[in-house]
Every structure is written in structure tokens, then in C-alpha cells.
Antibody, heavy 122, light 110 residues
């Protein structure tokens, strides 16, 4: 049974880089059945898809975040990471990592981590 | 402003049947599968429906999904108090090359 766990700083200063890691257990991020990605939820608001990556390096990013975003996979540690540059208060949110099951041409989130809160503030 | 449109709230009484709507366009719902997620208070979202109308293992039969044209629906029959929470639709948008969510519908069980 896949399980995912987010980790990283809960507080980031404006203009700096937000970095989070997701550790996967119960499965391999080298699997051909999954992309691996991130979703966030600002306080009191809805879900926003951030992006995902396949083992091949193929990645899909939310167009509104693409210029600041990097998702990467570390197969040796069975982890994947999120880096978001030049953060502002608008990036304050609960961040979730999730496995994205391959479904024909696309993918969908099937297993989610519990999430981690990130606040952008000086 | 979300790409997919969902009413902000709905309510029902225990035992009742409630439905949730999700409206999109030919770039998203019109040509791709729709997925539904349930987010109970203080918890991570959980997959309820995939490929428009399929239930993952462990999701009760009283949850059902459908799609027609550029709209999709989720129905809960035999409503229970523990169903209270937020419900989100999602799909791929070919124009944006991105997965998109609806704004979510908050379900209150009276």
C-alpha cells in the first residue's frame, strides 16, 4: 500500500525558495504506473494542482507556476521534491504530495500524503 | 476563478440523496475523464471517483459519478453525517496542459 509523507520547512521568507520533499513507501517512484506530484491549498480555499513528473523526467507544470517551479525525482532515496522560487505571501498554503496514477494519456491523484503547512513571512 | 465551476455549497438531511455538479468546457471535461475528491474537515483529500464513474476499492456504492458533454455529477445516496466536508471535481485541460480543479462544494448534513 502506497504511503507518502511530506517534509520541509514550515516557514519561508519572501523572495526565497520553498523546498519540500515527499518520501514514498510501499512502492517505487521508478514505477511505470505513476507520475509523482504536488497540490496545494491556501488557508480556507480550494485545491490547486502544482505539477508532476514521471520517472523519465517528463514533467507537467501548472502554467501559473511554471516559471518558478522545479519538480525532481531521487530514485536512490525513493523521494521526490518541489522547489518554488521567489515566494510571496500568496504561496502560503498546505502542500500535499500525491501519486498520480497513469490513465491513458494523463494521470490522476490516487494516494495523497497528509500534507504540510508552509507560511511565507519575514 | 477556477477552470471548472462548482456551486459553493449544498446541504441535505441524513438518508437523503444529494448531487454535486461540475461544469467545464470542450477543452477539459468534454474530452477527458473526470475525477472526484472528498476532503473531510482537517484531512487530506481522498479519491472518490475516477474515470467519470468508477469507484476505487473501499469507496461505498452510495457514491456514484456520471458525465455528459461538458458537465459531470457526483451523487451521494443514503447521506450520513460523516459525509460532511468538501467535494472537488478535477480533470485534465488540454488547452492549459494542466490538471484543473473545481472550486469545491461544501456539503452540510443538517
Amino acid at each position: 500500500q502506497l504511503q507518502l509523507q511530506e517534509s520541509g520547512p514550515g516557514l519561508v521568507k519572501p523572495s526565497e525558495t520553498l523546498s519540500l520533499t515527499c518520501t514514498v513507501s510501499g512502492g517505487s517512484i521508478s514505477s511505470s504506473d505513476y507520475f509523482w506530484g504536488w497540490i496545494r491549498q491556501p488557508p480556507g480555499k480550494g485545491l490547486e494542482w502544482i505539477g508532476n513528473m514521471f520517472k523519465s523526467g517528463t514533467a507537467y507544470y501548472n502554467p501559473s507556476l511554471r516559471s518558478r517551479l522545479t519538480i525532481s525525482l531521487d530514485t536512490s532515496r525513493n523521494q521526490f521534491s518541489l522547489k518554488l522560487n521567489s515566494v510571496t505571501a500568496a504561496d502560503t498554503a498546505f502542500y500535499y504530495c500525491a501519486s498520480h496514477k497513469v490513465d491513458y494519456y494523463y494521470s490522476y491523484m490516487d494516494v495523497w500524503g497528509k500534507g504540510t503547512a508552509v507560511t511565507v513571512s519575514s | 476563478q477556477s477552470v471548472l465551476t462548482q456551486p459553493p455549497s449544498t446541504s441535505g438531511t441524513p438518508g437523503q440523496r444529494v448531487t454535486f455538479s461540475c461544469s467545464g468546457t470542450n477543452y477539459n471535461i468534454g474530452r477527458n475523464f473526470v475525477y472526484w475528491y472528498q476532503q473531510l474537515p482537517g484531512t487530506a483529500p481522498k479519491l472518490l471517483i475516477y474515470r467519470n464513474n468508477q469507484r476505487p476499492s473501499g469507496v461505498p456504492e452510495r457514491f456514484s459519478g456520471s458525465k455528459s458533454g461538458t458537465s459531470a455529477s457526483l451523487a451521494i445516496s443514503g447521506l450520513r453525517s460523516e459525509d460532511e466536508g468538501d467535494y472537488y471535481c478535477a480533470t485534465w485541460d488540454g488547452n492549459l496542459s494542466s490538471l484543473v480543479f473545481g472550486g469545491g462544494t461544501k456539503l452540510t448534513v443538517l
